[in-house]
């Protein structure tokens, strides 16, 4: 990788985590939270051409997120499940891939809580995992036409 691109990379990643930080909403189950991070993955997939570069993206943030946030269980779930939401998402054309990436997030982490909890609790985070993926397809494609409009260059 070139140094110019690692270092766009490194600074959104921390701009996701940071973010999504700040926008941290737990859930009452213990079993997770809500967070904006899905918007920067599927922005990503929008704005990048290479399907690895998004699957670091997700990956690494929702695995440094998980780390910071203080829910060390989900670490290695979430660099899988959210790497490869970003990786599937970046295949064109986005509607039909956004919603392919979206069931696989919310799939992933039905079953990585049914792992590491029960059922119940699996199927509790159903919803709020389809509205953080709603939101975050949203709010890409919003952050997408202001990027375009105002003219920001990515790499």
């Known amino acids: 990788m070139k140094i110019k691109k690692i270092t766009f990379m490194a600074i959104y990643i921390a701009l996701l ?7 941290l909403i737990p859930l009452p189950t213990s079993s997770g939270f809500i967070t904006l991070l899905d918007a ?31 829910y060390p269980q989900w670490m290695i779930f979430s660099l899988l499940i ?3 939401q970003g990786f599937i998402a970046s295949y064109k054309p986005h509607k039909i891939t956004f919603v392919l990436a979206s ?11 049914l792992l590491i909890y029960n059922l119940p609790t699996a199927l509790s985070g ?3 995992n389809i509205l953080q993926n709603v939101a975050g397809i949203l709010g890409a494609l919003i952050l997408n036409k202001i990027i375009d409009k105002v003219g920001i260059k990515w790499i």
Do not use: E
């Open 126 to 128: 159903i919803s709020t």
């Open 17 to 23: 985590v940071v973010i999504s930080s700040f926008l």
């Open 82 to 84: 959210h790497g490869f």
């Open 103 to 113: 069931a696989f997030m919310v799939l992933g982490y039905f079953l990585a809580t």
């Open 40 to 70: 920067g993955i599927f922005l990503a997939a929008l704005r990048l051409s290479s399907k690895t570069d998004v699957f670091l993206i997700g990956g690494l943030a929702a695995f440094l997120l998980d780390l910071l946030a203080g």
